[in-house]
């Protein structure tokens, strides 16, 4: 019984997105459409095991849940005529459609960019629209999001029943945006999904350095947009990015879970085959795109690291032009500092230490940790021991993550 409710939660896990985004479709309610799809999934707990796992389990489940969407709005008459044209519409398909899988499988792309758009608007804020995203389209419990973000279940829970009334309220169209709002509307998804990726990348607090499955939830999301959006080529750039950044995942942690820094990876073991596909995804944004986007310029940065056998093969003269590059079309503070490290790499540790200071005043930077762990590398490098412990120790008491900051502190006591 273990092993079929594995089975099942596995299959939920992958069906439940377009369960949901086929519901919605029909109710254009998000919050009603889950929980439709969860009615379906409990029928299915209580049917599978006698009548087994059906040849095909997702159309079972849209099915279901579509008869359910059916059956409450047949019991609810101020919708009585939306029920009229749903059924019309049902029996439409079943004519035209005999074949209720080919029925499911038509259009739900469509439906899926819709709940995507949907779950990831911008009148929700950021902290909404990743616990909604990963419900909604990553198919995560409540009780998974929280232990990933570190929150409580009801604070995780609140999020999302706000987000879900936030949007019936603003009456939110489920629907991909207009070309004129879709640029827009497109870098809130990417965003989204970004933002779940560096959480998983580099936690940013906890005991844990990496959280390998965020960054599997985000890489998933970001492939199934890339198939339904093929011509976009930040959306290309995105899993670019991802893909290359994922290939690290395994050398970034020791033995003891302590942080592995990209210069003192075992590149031969990098993931090669996440590497090929990140190029590959590269190219395409490239293919596409007469100028680079951000994620694009910052795959094509991930991209030298990957193409280096070694740290002293890495062209950071190169990192450092596209950082640059980047600048332009995305500046921000914690860009400038990313740019002085490769700056530094490339021209040595005065010039980069040169534009940190640069940063100090700024107000972005003021409690990233990251700021004087930079700094006090540098300082390091230029033996100025004294001045990098203090830095180390600065940038320790800043970070919220266990594993980083016992490193930090290590430094400072290498520096003495």
């Known amino acids: 019984m273990e092993d079929f409710n594995r089975a099942v939660e596995a299959i939920w896990r992958i069906e439940s997105p377009k369960v949901i ?47 359910h969407a059916i059956d409450l709005l047949r019991r609810n008459q101020t919708l009585q005529r939306k029920h009229d044209e749903l059924r019309r519409q049902l029996e439409v398909e079943e004519l035209s459609m005999p074949d209720m899988d080919a029925a499911i499988e038509d259009g739900i792309g469509d439906d899926l960019l819709r709940l995507m758009f949907t779950a990831c608007h911008p009148v929700l804020s950021a902290d909404a629209r990743v616990a909604l995203t990963l419900r909604l389209l990553g198919g995560l419990s409540t009780e998974e999001i929280a232990r990933a973000f570190l929150a409580p279940v009801a604070t995780i829970q609140q999020r999302i029943v ?23 509307r497109l870098a809130s998804v990417l965003e989204v999904i970004y933002l779940v990726f560096n959480e998983g990348y580099s936690a940013t607090a906890g005991d844990d350095w990496v959280r390998p ?40 942690v020791g033995p003891s879970g302590e942080p592995v820094l990209l210069l003192d990876q075992d590149r031969a073991r990098w993931d090669h085959l996440l590497i ?22 910052q795959a094509a940065i ?57 940063l100090a005043s700024e107000p972005a930077l003021q409690g990233y940790h990251l700021l004087p762990s930079v700094r006090g590398d540098l300082l390091a490098k ?22 980083e900051r016992k490193l930090l502190l290590e430094r400072a006591s290498a520096s003495d």
């Not at 706000?162 to 827009?184: G, I, M, N, Q």
């Not at 062209?315 to 740019?339: K, M, T």
């Open 162 to 184: 706000r987000a879900k009334r936030t949007l019936t309220e603003a009456r939110v169209p489920f629907e991909v945006p207009a070309r004129s709002a879709l640029d827009a």
């Open 382 to 403: 230029l033996g100025r021991s004294r001045e990098a412990r203090i830095e180390f120790e600065r940038a320790a008491a800043l970070t919220l993550n266990e594993r």
């Open 21 to 67: 985004a086929g519901v919605a479709h029909m109710v254009h309610d998000i919050g009603l459409a889950e929980e439709l799809a969860q009615d379906a999934f409990v029928a299915a707990l209580q049917q599978w095991p006698e009548s087994g796992i059906p040849e095909r389990p997702g159309a079972w489940l849209m099915g279901t849940a579509k008869h």
């Open 302 to 358: 991930a991209a030298c690291h990957a193409r280096a056998r070694t740290p002293e093969e890495t062209d950071w003269a190169r990192i450092a032009a596209l950082y640059d590059a980047l600048a332009q079309v995305a500046g921000s503070p914690v860009v400038e500092l990313n740019r002085a490290v490769a700056v530094a790499m490339a021209f040595g540790p005065a010039a980069g230490l040169e534009l940190v200071d640069r």
């Open 213 to 252: 499955a965020l960054c599997e939830d985000a890489l998933r999301l970001g492939r199934v947009l890339a198939e339904l959006m093929p011509r976009e080529p930040e959306v290309h750039g995105l899993v670019a990015l991802m893909e290359i950044q994922a290939s690290r995942l395994r050398t970034r």
């Open 276 to 297: 090929r596909r990140g190029l590959s995804a590269l190219s395409r944004a490239e293919e596409l795109g007469s100028v680079l986007g951000p994620y694009a310029l």
